[in-house]
């Protein structure tokens, strides 16, 4: 048995960065929200799924590769966001915290719900032609589409990174995430930089999903298992850091991977529970983040 | 005059609510009332944290979930009666209420934080009643059927909708004294603002512990409850995230921080819940109803539905 856990050990670790890569997506839209906005995006779980499902029908109904899908599906994401959060989110919540975390949970509650209505509680899957085909590493064999996962989601980080330092969008979203008051009165129109913003988030999820659907599955509830995993990347990593998101999202894989491994399935989840419950007590600016 | 008006109509009420089985022979409606009595009490419970302290907490069901394994596995595996067995559960769901509100009120956890780590600790349970062996793990526990008063059971749905009546009785009575007590001023002190109600010498600290036991308290005795009527126990329902949303919002759409609210809450999204089941039959429909009432009462009743009645009575409200 321990020998079966040793020998097992480099796949578990490859296995946790290919899916870390992924939560680190999902979770780097919701850092950004939170580090531009200061709201908790709860509907964060709910909207994954509802990209997921998108990434699905692209693929079932009209054929599209999940991995090309995401031409299609990332802009749609940014547009679902950016009309959510300037039509509803934003003009609903009157600028309360609480109420913003208490209108995305109804948010949550009614996509899901209406994703059980019209899709059914099925889980959903696609096999792909290349599905099962693997490139051995010599210690652990990788299958492919993990391995465009892994590669794409790096990509999309990176583009994200470049795209909050080196444009104009990106300056005035990091104006208005560090001083509301003051990118107002060099004449930012923050309501529309947080409608961005939210939409940039919601896109990033868009990615999630493609790149999540060729080795995962999709149900109505499938959002839920993200949400605890990716706002324990986000408290990880500090909220509305981008670096602290990737690195946690690693963190956070591997654990869940490695913990799976020696604990067993079920009991192994524990690990992000108990990582987000001790994070949240004894160091809520998370681990890179300096001292409240 | 308003108060004695009010004190009439409740009494009223609570008449008509235990008579109300003599002239309906029909046990779905018994079942609907006693599902409304339920939920409006662990709304209640929801309340004190959240609506008089200000605490949201998104795992309020471990207390539940707690409560009903405690009572459960010592009847199931001890032979103990379940009507000892609700003191032991109120005693599990308080220390869980303990350990919880120490771990994050002790180091400052507020709002969304909050709510988070609630949610995490709740699903920490879940996973480990799924994963040990005494709660039957993903199996469940199974319970039997014997009626008798020792292990809180009834022959007819009349029986059961009693016993939700008193807890639902209970913990108005407790909302109540609340309002009155020194400690519930506090709580609301605390809720308005948390720096004042410290520098007022208000222990912050130890009033949010005390009203996060209550509810653990109420919450366990609710799992048991629920054990005994529907006989059947897995993680899943012990540790439902969907109870934990139902009962903030019964209690956010009846109105946080009143006596009522969660009773009145409860009573609407159920009627509308019923209604919409009759007019459309199919699974996650009730839900959407109840996100978008959720939205809705957020965006333009913040008050909830008891809000609503005072705006439009007037000042005479209190």
């Not at chain 1, 097992?8 to 939170?34: D, E, H, K, Q």
């Not at chain 2, 222990?203 to 036991?213: D, F, G, T, W, Y």
């Amino acid at each position: 048995m321990m020998s079966y856990t040793v020998s097992m050990m480099p796949a578990a670790v490859m296995n946790g960065l290919m899916y870390g890569s992924i939560y680190a997506l999902v979770a780097l839209g919701l850092t950004l929200i939170y580090g531009v906005l200061h709201i908790i995006n709860f509907a964060h779980g709910a909207l994954l799924m509802l990209a997921l499902y998108a990434a699905f029908f692209l693929y079932s109904i009209l054929g599209i590769d999940p991995y090309l899908g995401i031409l299609i599906v990332v802009p749609g994401s940014f547009i679902f966001g950016y009309v959510l959060y300037r039509f509803m989110i934003g003009k609903l919540a009157h600028g309360k915290d609480q109420n913003i975390l208490l209108i995305t949970l109804g948010l949550s509650i009614v996509f899901e719900n209406m994703a059980m209505l019209f899709f059914s509680a099925d889980q959903r899957t696609v096999n792909l032609s290349y599905s099962f085909e693997t490139v051995d590493l010599g210690f652990v064999l990788l299958s492919i589409p993990k391995l465009i996962s892994f590669f794409a989601s790096l990509v999309i980080c990176f583009l994200l990174w470049m795209l909050m330092s080196m444009t104009d969008l990106g300056k005035a979203i990091r104006a208005v995430a560090k001083e509301r008051q003051g990118a107002r009165l060099v004449g930012i129109d923050v309501d529309k930089i947080f409608a961005a913003t939210y939409g940039i988030g919601i896109a990033c999820l868009g990615a999630a999903g493609c790149l999540l659907l060729p080795i995962f599955y999709v149900d109505p509830y499938t959002g839920n298992l993200f949400v605890i995993i990716a706002f324990t990347i986000v408290v990880l990593g500090g909220m509305g850091s981008i670096v602290g998101a990737l690195i946690g999202g690693f963190i956070i894989g591997i654990t869940e991977s490695v913990g799976g491994l020696i604990l067993g399935e079920s009991l192994g989840q524990i690990g992000i529970s108990v990582i987000f419950i001790l994070i949240l007590m004894f160091r809520p600016n998370g681990l890179f983040g300096g001292k409240t | 005059m308003a108060i004695s008006i009010s004190r009439w109509v409740q009494m009223g009420l609570l008449v008509l609510a235990v008579v109300l089985p003599l002239a309906i022979q029909n046990n779905f409606y018994l079942d609907v009332l006693t599902i409304i009595f339920f939920t409006a009490y662990l709304g209640q419970s929801w309340n004190i944290l959240g609506g008089y302290a200000g605490q949201f907490s998104f795992g309020g069901v471990m207390f539940f979930g707690t409560g009903a394994y405690a009572s459960t596995i010592l009847w199931t595996t001890y032979g103990i009666p379940p009507i000892y067995g609700v003191f032991v559960a109120i005693l599990a769901g308080a220390i869980v209420g303990l350990i919880v509100g120490y771990a994050s009120f002790r180091y400052g956890l507020r709002g969304s934080y909050f709510a988070l780590i609630t949610l995490a600790f709740a699903e920490m349970l879940r996973i480990i009643a799924n994963s040990v062996e005494f709660t039957g793990g993903g199996v469940g526990i199974f319970l039997n059927f014997e009626p008798s008063i020792m292990n809180l059971q009834f022959i007819n749905a009349r029986g059961f909708y009693y016993l939700s009546l008193g807890m639902v009785v209970i913990s108005i009575i407790i909302a109540m004294w609340l309002e009155r007590s020194r400690f519930g001023a506090q709580l609301i002190a605390i809720r308005e603002n948390e720096d004042a109600a410290e520098a007022l010498g208000i222990n912050v600290l130890r009033s949010k512990i005390l009203a996060i036991m209550i509810m653990g308290g109420m919450g366990g005795a609710a799992g048991t409850f629920y054990a005994q009527k529907y006989l059947y126990l897995d993680p899943p329902i012990a540790y439902s995230i969907a109870l934990s949303v139902e009962m903030l919002l019964v209690t956010i759409v009846g109105g946080m921080g009143t006596v009522f609210g969660p009773l009145v809450g409860s009573f609407v999204l159920h009627i509308v819940t019923e209604v919409a089941k009759h007019l459309i039959e199919s699974p996650g429909l009730s839900l959407i109803v109840y996100g978008f009432i959720l939205i809705l009462i957020i965006a333009y009743l913040p008050n909830g539905l008891i809000g609503l009645f005072k705006g439009l009575s007037g000042k005479r409200g209190k």
